[in-house]
């Protein structure tokens, strides 16, 4: 079964500092990686995803992260942050076997990022 | 505009009461996914759909029920025998084996 793991409840970062949010996670097959944003009271929004290919992904509002297969980690970055982007933020894995597979989501890591 | 519509934002509830959460995609998804959030907490699955007529219990389905009876709706009934079901819900649906597209959420209080 998988799993993921973000090891951080919560990263402080100053704005226009960079920032690292940390996931790691562990499948039997191929990994299909994503990010997903939440800010209060809404659901999830979209950031990126890592299905094949390069293993530095670009994705929405300046974020990206990087692929590690041999540490199995999926960290996701972003080289100046601004005080919008603090909000909740969600790595999730699904096994890229064939066949019906859920996401499994992880527990979400609070960025908060202060003037 | 395609997406998920859930419905209402908020919502209460009294004791004893059953309450119906709705959801409505226009994405022609095949999947569709219902989750609990509490205060500071992740996502739990509590039931999810791959198909019409068909549904999975999640992780914490007792005191839920849901139906699937068309591609477009999933809605999730909170029932009474829920003890705690004060929560942010979320619905989300899936093209099989991609990401998911999630709803605004509806906030659900127990008074």
């Known amino acids: 079964a998988q799993s993921v793991a973000q090891p951080e409840d919560q990263v402080n970062v100053a704005e226009g500092n960079p920032l690292t949010v940390k996931c790691t996670y562990s499948?039997?097959?191929?990994?299909?990686l994503f990010w997903y944003v939440q800010y209060p009271n809404r659901g999830l929004q979209f950031l990126l995803k890592y299905i094949t290919g390069d293993n530095l992904v670009k994705g929405s509002y300046g974020f990206e992260a990087e692929f590690n297969k041999s540490q199995t980690s999926f960290h996701l970055k972003k080289p100046s942050a601004l005080v919008s982007d603090s909000a909740l933020y969600f790595c999730?894995?699904?096994?890229?076997?064939?066949?019906?597979?859920?996401?499994?989501f992880g527990t979400g890591t609070r960025l908060l990022v202060s003037p | 505009d395609g997406g998920i519509t859930q419905s209402p934002k908020y919502l209460f509830r009294k004791e004893g009461q059953n309450v119906t959460l709705s959801c409505e995609q226009n994405l022609n998804h095949d999947a569709m996914y219902w989750y609990r959030q509490d205060p500071g907490q992740g996502l739990r699955l509590i039931y999810y759909?791959?198909?019409?007529?068909?549904?999975q219990k999640g992780d914490i389905a007792e005191g839920y029920s849901v139906s699937r009876e068309k591609k477009e709706s999933f809605p999730l009934t909170v029932t009474s025998a829920q003890k705690n079901p004060t929560a942010f819900y979320l619905c989300?649906?899936?093209?099989?084996?991609?990401?998911?597209?999630f709803g605004s959420g509806t906030r659900l209080t127990v008074v």
């Open positions: 989300a649906s899936s093209i099989l084996n991609s990401g998911y597209t």
């Open positions: 999730a894995v699904r096994d890229g076997n064939t066949g019906f597979q859920k996401l499994v």
């Open positions: 759909s791959q198909i019409v007529n068909d549904f």
């Open positions: 499948v039997s097959g191929n990994p299909y």
